[in-house]
């Protein structure tokens, strides 16, 4: 397989060419970053350090937290640097690395979602079963399975688009590397790869989401058929957060992908918050709905504060010692 490139670099016309705005966008979009890294590496801390929530749901959580890490640093670093420099400029392997690692990041939290839909029927339709059915082994499957087929699904899109020539025009109208803005810029014929990118959507994208929406109709109709209100409050509130995690998600990426490309805002947006808003209010919705994940945090900080209290008590002491021998 032979890549053709004829220019070597692109332009990256990001969200604006005013610098004044630029500059607010870059304190905006690295609060964002920060908040996103503290976020998703507290709740990944306190999904491993915490013995009280050694369950499959929060074992998935944390591999969500992890994978948002990793699918937000693919693309906001790149997002400030151009937000700060004259030059902004991407070389077309880094551009095809970029798109390669949106996808496999992007393809796997579409995966992990469906998995843990999945996971919420089991622990709604069969709760005692919950444990055995939701093993160590299974989980973990999941998952590997998930990097697995998102990065077949990243692999192949990015093989085809190695055979794109691109000659002539430099500017990308995006803040990142994205397949569909690239094939404007092509002076190849682009649909093999156009072809190949809209089924890989359907059948990954579409097909999860397919999923999703066939354990949460499972889910439903295992909810109407709990006689208290109660208990029906109580297995609905346990979903309420990964409905929101899948809004979120799906309602960006999929638009931003299915839509015809045409270098609107409404695609910048699409793209911001999949990529950008997505990754920091993942942790902020799993901590605020759920009583466990907020009570795990505050054993968590206040052992925190009791180790460094009792290590500044013993820098104290053995200060207060070397004195008492220096009289």
Not at 297 to 307: A, G, I
Request: glycine fraction near 6%; hydrophobic fraction near 45%.
């Amino acid at each position: 397989m032979r890549n053709h490139t004829v220019i070597p670099e692109f332009i990256l016309l990001g969200l604006s060419d005013d610098t004044q705005i630029q500059a607010v966008l870059f304190v905006l979009f690295l609060v964002v970053y920060v908040l996103t890294m503290v976020g998703n590496l507290t709740m990944l801390l306190v999904v491993r350090i915490d013995s009280h929530l050694n369950t499959p749901m929060y074992f998935f959580l944390g591999q969500l937290s992890f994978l948002d890490l990793c699918h937000s640093s693919v693309t906001v670093p790149k997002l400030l640097e151009n937000l700060l420099s004259e030059k902004k400029t991407i070389s077309v392997e880094g551009c095809l690395a970029q798109v390669f690692f949106v996808f496999t990041t992007g393809g796997t939290e579409s995966c992990l979602l469906t998995v843990m839909a999945y996971d919420r029927y089991v622990a709604i339709s069969s709760p005692l079963l919950y444990g055995q059915v939701m093993n160590r082994q299974l989980c973990t499957g999941l998952v590997w399975g998930s990097w697995g087929l998102a990065f077949l699904d990243a692999l192949i899109n990015i093989l085809v688009a190695l055979n794109l020539d691109f000659c002539g025009a430099q500017n990308i109208h995006h803040f990142i590397c994205e397949l569909p803005s690239l094939y404007s810029l092509s002076c190849s014929d682009v649909s093999a790869s156009y072809t190949t990118l809209l089924c890989s959507s359907f059948l990954h994208f579409i097909g999860n989401f397919l999923l999703v929406l066939f354990s949460y109709v499972r889910i439903l109709l295992t909810i109407l058929g709990i006689s208290s209100t109660s208990g029906r409050s109580k297995a609905f509130s346990t979903c309420t957060s990964h409905l929101t995690a899948v809004s979120f998600f799906y309602g960006s990426g999929l638009l931003r992908y299915l839509l015809p490309n045409s270098g609107s805002i409404q695609e910048l947006i699409f793209s911001l918050q999949y990529t950008v808003i997505t990754p920091m209010l993942n942790p902020l919705i799993y901590s605020l709905k759920n009583k466990e994940v907020k009570t795990a945090v505050r054993r968590m900080l206040r052992k925190c504060f009791q180790c460094f209290k009792n290590q500044v008590d013993e820098e104290h002491g053995q200060s207060y010692n070397k004195q008492c021998l220096e009289t």
